[in-house]
């Protein structure tokens, strides 16, 4: 008896899986980071009372995580004040049910590689680097 773990969802990400697979929208996905459009349009699908309606507002804010100058630095010291990096005000319910669906899915096919020892994907080899020289 064994313990196996897998984390999916950062080589998903990394990978550019969810842009994809993602439906077609009207702007850019590939730099939206965290509390963006994707994250946003799941609370708005899933727990739409704790979104307050400011979010149509927010302006988008980006930064360049993978920046040396930017390694050991918070969201808020690389300019996203507000703890988000993407288009929050992009978000939709319909993008939210979208993404709930394909992240439970993949959560799924993952497991199911895992248990049966399939090929599990990886981070892109320029993220694992990155990470392994994080103090």
Known sequence: PFMKIYEPL?????NKIVEKR???VKFDTSREVHADFRETSLMRYLYPYLVDECYKKLPTVYANLFSIKNWNKTLQ???AKNGYVGTPSEATIEYGKWYFKEIVNFYVESVLNLIEGK???DLPKKVS???KLLP
């Open 22 to 24: 993602e439906p077609n």
């Open 77 to 79: 010291d690389i300019g």
């Open 10 to 14: 950062a080589p998903y990400f990394y």
């Open 129 to 131: 680097t990155i990470m």
């Open 119 to 121: 090929e599990l994907l």
